[in-house]
């Protein structure tokens, strides 16, 4: 029997963004790099992978640790971070990995490779890429940052490997000397060893720099990705604006790229004319990719919580081509790979919120830990570790104004709802199923130092419909669940 598919769609204990998604074997898996909860940087753990069926995309497996970075040679440190990684089989029947390797300082400029028989791993190191004389990839005096590489060999069987960096800001802490390109993305072709580069770097006309182009406002960043959908290829990459992910489309793997949009934004900015004041959720990067399954079409991403950009998770929603093979923008949801709306009648966690603001709006979340945060704005966080046993997550601290959305669910006259929440507020949650409506419940709260149960009737619902909570009242609220019934 199918379960359900939520937004994020692993369970609220795992942390895996910059997801590449890959059909291998009858199977979806994503591949990405590993955020702590509540760590102080980016991509702190050790690669694990994460599978599912093609025809049960809510039934996800945990397919364990596929990566250490201790074997990583040589060993740098505890200290060492795996960044966002790419898998694709090659030419033998093995699955490569290919990773970008960092530590406290200096970071390493190569891109290395692992290798397994199996999609779900654990993966071999196998060696660093290299140009014909022996001499790494990322090494030379002066070469460019080789960052989030993507692999993709083409049906004629030639390998390219895809990487750049184009930063529009330089930050010590977090870039070390990273050399960007105002060129943008860059391809290289590898021989069939999959480490050995045969000709590049060149560039595929995303550029970083924008203004005056097709790109303008949406130039290369970082997060390369490449697929192949019909006859075209598609690049995927982030933005600068950092919240959004944008594709472009040549008839070529290595030149003649197209801007063609923005697929998703963490805050639905850009969807239908909303502006970057008016994001309904907390931004910060975004890194993922597109994949095709049965055909339909999906992108993956991943959103922010506990107030900062180091514990990221990963969503999907559902993508719709048009016949010139042409994406449009998608808006965020809590179902997207559900092929639908939810159910509405049953139990759904907080954590689900597709969408969260506080009365004064949204912010883009920086490098920094504003303590100062926790006393204005509402966020995802969790109980206890990172892992199964402690890992419940809830959104914490919502104070008067402060609002969250669901969507969409498939209402036939639920008549009951139920809040669980806990905290000093006393007032009450209004909901709607939209902003121009009047509330179809108002659920009074009072004081509860723990997970307490609060509820009301409903006024009829039927369809589908979205769901948008507010609260009003002094103090603040925890909010861990909502039953319909």
């Known amino acids: 029997m199918k379960v359900q598919a939520f937004n994020p769609y692993l369970p609220s204990y795992e942390y895996v963004p910059d997801g590449e998604p890959h059909v291998f074997e009858g199977r979806l898996y994503v591949y990405g790099s590993h955020d702590r909860f509540n760590g102080l940087g980016f991509c702190l753990n050790d690669y694990v992978a994460w599978s599912c069926p093609i025809d049960d995309l809510g039934e996800w497996r945990y397919e364990g640790v596929i990566f250490k970075k201790k074997d990583v040679p040589p060993y740098f440190s505890d200290n060492t971070i795996l960044w966002a990684p790419d898998v694709t089989r090659g030419k033998d029947g093995r699955y490569y990995l290919y990773f970008f390797v960092g530590k406290a300082r200096p970071n390493d400029n190569r891109i290395r490779v692992a290798v397994s028989s199996s ?42 490997l895809y990487s750049g960096f184009g930063a529009p800001f330089y930050n010590p802490f977090i870039h070390h000397g990273w050399k960007s390109s105002k060129k943008g993305a860059m391809v290289y072709e590898l021989a069939d060893d999959m480490l050995t580069v045969k000709q590049g770097p060149s560039y595929i006309g995303v550029p970083a720099e924008s203004q005056g182009t097709p790109y303008e406002g949406h130039g290369f960043f970082e997060a390369s990705s490449l ?223 723990t997970w307490s149960d609060f509820s009301a009737d409903l006024a009829p619902m039927e369809g589908k419909v979205a769901l948008f909570f507010t609260y009003e009242g002094t103090g603040h609220i925890d909010f861990a669940s909502f039953t319909l019934s």
Request: proline share 4%.
């Open 119 to 160: 999609p779900a791993g654990p993966f071999t190191y196998y060696g660093a890429c290299h140009y014909q004389d022996g001499v790494d990839l990322g090494t030379r005096k002066g070469e460019l940052k080789s960052f989030d590489p993507a692999i993709f060999i083409d049906d004629d069987g030639k390998i390219y």
């Open 227 to 449: 697929r192949k959908l019909s006859h075209h290829y598609y690049f995927i990459y982030s933005s600068i604006q950092g919240h959004e992910l944008c594709y472009a489309k040549s008839d070529y793997p290595d030149h003649g790229f197209a801007y063609g949009g923005t697929l998703v934004s963490i805050g639905d900015i850009g969807y239908q004319g909303r502006l970057a004041k008016q994001a309904d959720n907390y931004t910060g990067n975004t890194h993922g990719s597109i994949v095709e399954i049965g055909g339909h079409y999906y992108v993956f991403y991943h959103r922010q919580t506990n107030l900062n950009q180091f514990s990221r998770q990963g969503c999907a929603e559902e993508i719709f081509c048009d016949k010139e093979g042409n994406f449009a923008q998608v808006e965020t949801t809590s179902c997207g790979l559900n092929g639908g709306p939810l159910q509405g009648l049953g139990r759904y966690e907080a954590r689900i919120a597709c969408n969260l603001s506080s009365k004064n709006g949204t912010k883009f979340y920086s490098f920094l830990r504003l303590k100062s945060l926790k006393k204005k704005q509402p966020y995802f966080t969790q109980e206890g570790a990172d892992r199964e046993e402690n890992g419940n997550q809830y959104m914490a601290n919502l104070t008067s104004g402060a609002w969250c959305g669901f969507k969409y669910f498939l209402m036939d006259k639920p008549s009951h709802i139920t809040l669980s929440v806990r905290g000093n507020g006393t007032g009450r949650v209004l909901l709607r199923t939209s902003w121009e409506g009047n509330p179809v419940a108002m659920i009074t709260v009072t004081p509860a130092p």
